[in-house]
Structures are given as C-alpha cells and as structure tokens.
C-alpha cells in the first residue's frame, strides 16, 4: 500500500513537472492604476494556491488549539476526581 501512495504522489510531481515546463510564459497582470506585474503561469498557479490555503490553514490550526485546550480540561479534571488510595494499617485491612 505504501508503494501505491509513493507512486501516485511521484506521478503527481512528474505531471505538474510538466504542466510547468510546458507553460513557462509570462502573464501580464494589472493590478491597480498602471501598474502591472509580469509573472510565470506556474507561479501564478502556485501563488494563487497558497493564498486560497491560508484560511483554510488558519481555521483548521484555530480548531486544533481549542479542542487541544478541552481535551486538556478535560483531562485535569480527571486527575482531580480520581480518589486517592488510603494506607493500610495492617497487612489487608484498609482504614475506615
């Protein structure tokens, strides 16, 4: 099974390799008033990917951090309520 999942993600890297290679021309974009920037498609591609990861990225770290701090309150209050275990007088006879 490993090896299904190294040969999809090589095959993944091979194609946009490609997609790259065989569209590495420029683009002209306007951004505000005249200015204009050019950039490479696949950059363009791959700018365009991380911005629209970013907040996705954000809320799943901001969900990750609140459910690590219940999980943590959770678990001293555990601790808390567990009851301690009392000393023995004698060998078997618990103290009442």
């Known amino acids: 099974m490993r090896f299904l999942s190294t040969l999809f993600w090589v095959l993944l890297a091979v194609l946009v390799a490609l997609f790259a290679s065989r569209n590495w021309n420029d683009v002209t974009l306007n951004l505000?008033?005249?200015?204009?920037?050019?950039?490479?498609?696949?950059?363009?591609?791959?700018?365009?990917?991380?911005?629209?990861?970013?907040?996705?990225?954000?809320?799943?770290?901001?969900?990750?951090?609140?459910?690590?701090r219940r999980l943590d309150a959770i678990e001293r209050q555990q601790v808390a309520a567990t009851p301690l275990s009392r000393p023995f007088e004698e060998e078997g006879e618990p103290v009442i």
């Not at 498609?41 to 799943?60: E, G, N």
């Open 32 to 68: 505000w008033g005249d200015i204009q920037a050019e950039v490479k498609i696949p950059i363009l591609i791959l700018m365009s990917f991380l911005l629209a990861f970013l907040p996705t990225w954000i809320v799943m770290r901001a969900r990750m951090w609140s459910h690590r």
